[in-house]
């Protein structure tokens, strides 16, 4: 093993552990919250309702799936949209998409002082939550505005520990109080709830599947996304199933339906200041598990001391996820240029995280109303995966002849289109259920359609005055570079073979990036004959080798302090796919190393074709670091 390969301490570019770990730290961690909001409307009939939106979420998972490894990109149901239809659509899923995280930060931040109320009990009152939250997100923003860095082992550890808690709280539940009879006890079709409520309560359940869009906007950080994107998915899909299927049929258990102020309801629906656990489910779920004494007390302070720590990185999750999103809508002028600027001390999209993150988050949760904001949060999701479905289906009439790597199951072919089964359904269910919303919410319709009102308006305002462009032409922003020196660049893509002149390129893309703190991509291509699949199984050592190129790319990274994230990707032509990622990142240079050459035997070709091929296509600078005969 090589010198710089010893050096190598923590590998940062994310595979199947890290991405499943990521999204199932945010969806894991919406049990915590989304037990109480869903019974406020379920009532006895919450174990179905988290089934049939388990239901809605899988045919949404195999959706971003295929989107995510077609385009892997930030921008989630934004950017299908925007290869599928145009900017105008893009726009309109990204701003559903800016709700969905504004939500997601308001009630994770809400509800960690009250699994922090077995500290201090008027954490569980307002205003004293209100407090708690909003101070959660105001140290949160200012810490991503300074620069943390997430752990993906830390978050992988969490995520086991948090699922480890919920099965064990599962197998508690069914040796101790599971009742199949107080369960049909608690059921009252048409009454508690009414088809009303449960019809709702539907898009409401779905908030316990938050964080899907989470991998997508991982997608540009995931080594080989053709295998680790559907693998984390399906993992999610599964542990989820394990938890949401189970979990609430213990709860209904515990804490039954029945008559409180003379109208049938459950502890878990009701609020703190009526006895209730609706802010608090899983802690009212362990004061009922049927255990007492020392053992209670134990388990109280580790479910709250655990609750609150997965709710506080749920939060943080969902700020980073609102700077992205911003960052992705001001790169493709769909908002202000401002919120695309970099803080000049720690380069990092301050004005986004403090405007979007911070204030309007805050000003949401202010009201300390779950139900409201269970309501608000359905409203952007069901949008938002709507027309990530419907794009999903145009891609496939649009583009009905273009190979894929990852197709995602079942579909029917018609007229010579393979029409995805799960997409169709999945943009109906998802459709009716945010059309549910509209009608039977009359708050959150409202302010629902004044946020995407307010969206829209302020879109067509800017592209009509400042960008000049029609509000479906798609506009990229111009890349900035530094006014001091030519040559410094934060976004460097960095092609890498077997073959010293790659050592060098990426050594020098490091000096280039080094002085900014700027971040590289080192990518390789595997070049698949067309007799094959895309994704077929390669005979040998061939994957090993990539990711053995990509480490040692890391190490060198480690050795000048730079962020190396690596990158393999399946393609036809190498020249093509270097392109292609250079145009879906918006890289600022492209530093490759070129083969040696004999000018004399090769009349036309300096460097090669993969790299001459790059230099006439690129969308952005390229440097090419030659071999001495090259040049």
Same mark, same amino acid.
């Given at each position: ?91 309109? +899923? ?51 505005? *300074? ?39 608690? *059921? ?25 869009? @989470? ?92 609750? +609150? @720590? ?20 001001? @790169? ?5 240029? *401002? ?48 027309? +990530? ?40 269910? @998802? ?195 030659? +071999?001495?005969?090259?040049?």
């Amino acid at each position: 093993m090589s010198r710089r390969r010893r050096q190598q301490r923590l590998e940062r570019v994310l595979g199947t552990p890290a991405l499943f770990a990521t999204a199932y730290g945010n969806v894991g961690s919406s049990i915590y919250y989304a037990l109480g909001v869903t019974a406020v409307f379920a009532l006895g009939l919450t174990p179905l309702v988290f089934l049939i939106a388990g239901v809605f979420f899988s045919a949404t998972a195999l959706t971003y799936a295929e989107g995510t490894v077609r385009y892997p990109e930030a921008g989630g149901s934004s950017s299908f949209a925007r290869h599928a239809f145009n900017e105008l659509a893009s726009f309109g +899923a990204a701003w559903a998409q800016m709700l969905n995280y504004i939500i997601t930060i308001a009630i994770s931040a809400f509800f960690v002082p009250h699994y922090l109320s077995i500290f201090w009990g008027p954490l569980k009152q307002n205003p004293w939550d209100v407090i708690g939250g909003s101070l959660v997100i105001v140290v949160l923003v200012l810490l991503n505005v *300074v620069g943390i860095q997430e752990s993906a082992r830390l978050n992988i550890f969490l995520a086991l520990i948090d699922f480890g808690t919920q099965l064990l709280l599962v197998l508690l539940g069914f040796a101790l109080i599971f009742s199949p009879e107080t369960l049909h006890a608690n *059921v009252h079709w048409g009454t508690a709830p009414t088809w009303s409520q449960f019809f709702l309560a539907i898009p409401v359940g779905m908030i316990a599947y938050t964080g899907i869009e @989470t991998v997508s906007n991982l997608a540009e950080e995931t080594r080989d996304p053709v295998k680790s994107i559907p693998r984390s998915i399906g993992l999610v899909a599964v542990a989820v199933y394990a938890i949401y299927f189970t979990l609430p049929l213990i709860a209904l258990s515990a804490l039954p339906v029945h008559i409180i102020d003379g109208k049938e309801t459950t502890l878990l629906a009701l609020p703190p200041e009526k006895h209730g656990f609706q802010n608090d489910p899983v802690l009212g779920l362990v004061e009922n598990l049927g255990i007492s004494g020392l053992s209670l007390s134990v388990l109280k302070v580790y479910v709250g001391i655990l609750a +609150a @720590t997965i709710l506080f990185i749920a939060t943080n999750a969902g700020i980073i996820g609102a700077s992205r999103i911003t960052y992705s809508m001001a @790169t493709y002028r769909q908002l202000p240029e *401002v919120f695309r600027r970099l803080h000049p001390k720690y380069k990092t999209p301050w004005l986004s995280l403090l405007v979007f993150a911070g204030f309007v988050s805050i000003l949401v949760l202010l009201p300390g109303q779950t139900k409201f904001l269970g309501t608000m949060y359905s409203f952007g999701a069901m949008l938002s995966f709507t027309i +990530a479905h419907a794009a999903i289906v145009q891609l496939r009439r649009r583009y009905r002849d273009e190979e894929l790597a990852f197709r995602a199951r079942p579909n029917v072919r018609v007229g010579g289109i393979d029409w995805p089964l799960f997409a169709v359904f999945g943009g109906i269910a @998802t459709g009716l259920a945010w059309l549910v919303v509209v009608v039977q919410s009359p708050g959150t319709r409202y302010a629902g359609l004044g946020w995407l009102i307010l969206g829209f308006g302020i879109y067509a305002l800017y592209r009509r005055r400042v960008v000049h462009a029609s509000l479906t032409e798609t506009v990229r922003a111009p890349v900035v570079i530094g006014p001091a020196i030519a040559l410094e660049y934060r976004n460097v893509l960095v092609p890498v073979v077997w073959r010293r002149e790659s050592e060098a390129a990426v050594d020098l893309a490091c000096r280039l990036a080094a002085e900014r703190g700027g971040s590289i991509v080192a990518l390789t291509v595997i070049e698949i004959p067309l007799e094959l699949p895309l994704d077929a199984t390669l005979p040998g050592k061939t994957e090993p080798k990539a990711h053995d190129l990509l480490d040692e790319a890391r190490a060198i990274g480690d050795a000048y302090g730079v962020d190396v994230v690596g990158r393999l990707v399946r393609a036809r032509r190498a020249g093509r796919a270097i392109v292609d990622e250079a145009e879906r990142r918006n890289s600022e240079i492209i530093v490759m190393g070129a083969p040696r050459r004999d000018v004399h035997r090769r009349r036309g070709r300096i460097f090669g074709g993969t790299v001459d091929f790059v230099l006439k296509n690129a969308p952005c600078r390229v440097m090419v670091a030659a +071999a001495r005969r090259a040049a």
